[in-house]
């Protein structure tokens, strides 16, 4: 079965804090994508990264920064110095190459940056 | 080049009316996916095609929705008769081969 967790249903934190969302997945696949989108509360969603199954190298972005461990199946989101812009619901998303191309999403974690 | 387009962005109707959701893709994407957004169920993927072919329609609730894809750069969704529990976001989103999925802002349904 093909599934994305993201455990953390609400997570609130003080502006400057450090933070990190976590995302589970579930695949039999050897070659599948992962991607994390951010909806802020406009509503809109918003593409942050995507990473492919073979390539393990952590990512920084600015305050942002992704951990992928194929091991254990996550990739996982860090904010650092969160600020109040980035409260928002924060999406992993799971694409699988054999199965047709599907595209699945975790359930969300909202996150509240707390001035 | 433009961003994924829907509309209407807000619809509301009367239980039992048609609903049509309309999205262009953006040019040059080759797949385009429906989902659903609600407090209760999150991001759903309804329908998603391929080169315009319907590939899974497994996320459809009923035969009371149903989506097309006539050519490169239009879909629609279409719910008939809507019902309450339809009240929703609905979103478009497209994507280039294996890419990211590029998202619509949305099309906001009220069923009263």
């Known amino acids: 079965a093909q599934k994305v967790t993201q455990a953390q249903t609400e997570i609130s934190v003080v502006e400057k804090e450090d933070v990190t969302l976590d995302c589970v997945y579930e695949?039999?696949?050897?070659?599948?994508?992962l991607f994390w989108y951010k909806q802020p509360p406009s509503g809109e969603l918003v593409f942050l990264i995507r990473?492919?199954?073979?390539?393990?190298q952590n990512e920084i972005s600015g305050r942002y920064s992704w951990n992928f461990q194929k091991s254990t199946s996550s990739f996982n989101f860090t904010i650092t110095a969160s600020q109040v812009v980035d409260s928002a619901v924060y999406f992993c998303?799971?694409?699988?190459?054999?199965?047709?191309?599907?595209?699945?999403f975790g359930p969300g974690t909202s996150l509240s940056v707390i001035p | 080049d433009a961003g994924v387009i829907q509309s209407p962005r807000h619809e509301v109707t009367e239980m039992g009316q048609e609903v049509t959701l309309r999205c262009k893709p953006i040019?040059?994407?080759?797949?385009l996916f429906w989902y659903r957004q609600t407090m209760m169920r999150g991001l759903e993927l309804l329908i998603y095609?391929?080169?315009?072919?319907?590939?899974?329609d497994s996320g459809m609730p009923e035969d009371r929705f149903s989506a097309k894809m006539p050519n490169a750069s239009f879909s629609t969704l279409k719910i008939q008769p809507s019902e309450p529990r339809d009240s929703a976001v609905y979103f478009c989103?497209?994507?280039?081969?294996?890419?990211?999925?590029?998202f619509g802002e949305g099309s906001r349904l009220t069923v009263l």
């Open positions: 989103a497209s994507s280039r081969n294996l890419g990211e999925l590029f």
């Open positions: 695949t039999r696949d050897t070659t599948y994508y």
């Open positions: 990473r492919n199954s073979f390539d393990e």
């Open positions: 998303a799971l694409r699988l190459k054999t199965s047709y191309d599907k595209v699945i």
């Open positions: 040019s040059g994407h080759d797949y």
């Open positions: 095609f391929n080169n315009n072919v319907p590939i899974d």
